[in-house]
């Protein structure tokens, strides 16, 4: 596929067409950065959150789940910063009338020299070949060093502006860089404004007895407020995690990444209560653990990174995201943040209750530290949408669109087709549904020739095809075929379901990590 729009472009139109994404409310011309889960991203979605939820909760005898409201009372993002501090800074082009976020400009343009460091090393790979040192060319060759400088300088220029809220130097950052609006390619700014990303809502009826309440903006701090909740009835001892997935909601200044930026989004993420000195290790630990589970999924560990981070918000010690190669480059895709006594404590002091632990080793009581692991559901749904998707030219030089979801995650794992609508093949495929469903979705599909329902099931990701034909009435065999290599094998009708549960099965690919 050519460049990197034209890809997101295709991810996008096939998310549609074969029913994972439709736009929020369509037929009104939808709502910018909503979105609807159709009938296979529904499945698809929900795969991924029990593929996180068995790895984080069912396999961790200290971890418990929990599902808390959405709502909650108004004083809990006081206590959290968000009322203060949930803020992005943002910036108008006069002159297009666009609106960005002033740090995701100024990042936009370290991304574009990094891209010339990774076009610089690809020609030299290919000048120096095998004896190419990618870690020796990077700290030696004098033009990459220069990138790479500019880049650091940049970044710790905005990191110290934003930490100390100098708004006037973000902007004058992006003079100096001489950064342009992408649609009138004026450098026209406004001066740059800090904006709350929260949603306010009210609760009650009546106008004066309402109450002001927003949506919650993170999952995060319904588990803190239920910290000695859990903790008592469940008799947790510390280390111990408390894990959760649900919506979170964001006014998102710029949102024009389809599922990548939300304003209503879910996220999956873990709490876990440590010792305080404890927490670089667990840190390091749960970076670790969390890297395992995604290169288990086997989506190619070069697409994968670690980024540290130089600005620290209020409540952390230590930051780091997992990105991911998206189709537009590598972005935060998971958040591990050190998050020290922040929470508890802030609880504490805004409703006047104790939310400590007695550790009766140490024979004391104390606020816990927190480790946090923090994913976008949607946007590991997008990760692993846009790298399934594959154009390829086969020997007779047709092409096919492919959909190389991994099989244990793919919304429907079999489709029964039979090779004619007569002759008695149609009841046996529907003997054989009725068989599998019981164990995973199975769809039936008599419609077109055997290959066009074949192109189709691979454009929706479906990992087996089941075909019977005449010789299935015969010696109660079908043909099995398997989506990534297009491989067909003659299987006894009795051996189908074993066979594609090695394949699709939690445990066998969870094992991996
Ligand atoms: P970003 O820098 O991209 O705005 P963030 O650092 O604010 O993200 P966190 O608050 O750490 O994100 O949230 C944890 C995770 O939730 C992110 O890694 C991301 O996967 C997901 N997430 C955050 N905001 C959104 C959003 N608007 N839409 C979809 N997913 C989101």
Known sequence: MANQEEVFKKVISHAKEYGYIFQSSEIYDGLSAVYDYAQNGAELKK??????????????????????????????????????????????????????????????????IETKIEKEVKKAAKRFGDSFDKAQYLTTNPRVVEYQKKIDTI???????????????????????????????????????????????????????????????????????????????????IPFGIAQTGKAFRNEIVARQFIFRMR?????????????????????????????????????NENYRFHD????????????????????????????????????????????KKLQYFDHEENKSYVPYVVETSIGLDR??????????????LENNSTRTVLKLPAVLAPTKAAVLPLVKKDGLPEVAHEIVEDLKWDFNVVYDEKDAVGRRY???????????????????????????????????????????????????????????
Request: hydrophobic share 40%; charged share 30%; net charge negative.
């Open 47 to 112: 795969n991924i959150r029990e593929y996180w939820w068995r790895a984080m909760v069912q396999l961790n005898k200290n971890i418990v789940g929990i599902d808390a409201a959405i709502l909650m009372h108004p004083t809990t993002w006081k206590a959290s910063g968000h009322v203060d501090a949930f803020n992005d800074p943002l910036i108008d082009n006069k002159d297009s009338k666009k609106r960005y976020r002033a740090d995701v400009l100024v990042e936009d343009y370290t991304a574009k």
């Open 455 to 513: 192109r189709r099931q691979d454009a929706v990701g479906t990992p087996f095809c089941i075909t019977v034909d005449h010789q299935t009435l015969e010696d109660q065999t079908v043909t099995l075929r398997h989506r990534d290599t297009m491989e067909q094998q003659r299987v006894a009708i009795s051996e189908v379901k074993a066979i594609i549960t090695k394949e699709v099965d939690m445990k066998s690919w969870l094992i991996k990590m």
């Open 309 to 352: 981070h130089e600005k620290l918000a209020h409540y952390a010690d230590a930051a780091t995201d997992i990105e991911f190669r998206f189709p537009f480059g590598f972005k935060e895709l998971e958040g591990i943040h050190s998050r020290t006594d922040f929470d508890l404590s802030a609880h504490e002091e805004h409703s006047g």
């Open 264 to 300: 209503e989004f879910e996220q999956m993420e873990m709490q876990f209560f440590v010792k305080p000195g404890s927490q670089k290790e667990w840190y390091e630990a749960w970076k670790e653990n969390r890297m395992k589970w995604h290169l288990s999924l086997g989506l190619g």
């Open 155 to 237: 970044l710790k220029r905005l990191g110290k502006s934003l930490e100390n809220e100098d708004l006037a130097d973000v902007k004058a950052l992006i003079e100096e860089l001489g950064i342009v609006c992408p649609v009138s390619g004026s450098t026209n700014w406004t001066d740059v404004k800090q904006f709350n990303l929260m949603f306010g809502t009210k609760l009650g009826a009546s106008a004066d007895s309402a109450m002001d309440l927003y949506l919650r903006p993170e999952t995060a701090q319904g588990i803190f407020v239920n910290f000695l909740n859990v903790q008592k009835t469940g008799r947790m001892k």
């Open 380 to 393: 590991m749904f997008l990760a692993i949408f846009s790298h399934a998707l594959k154009e390829e030219t």
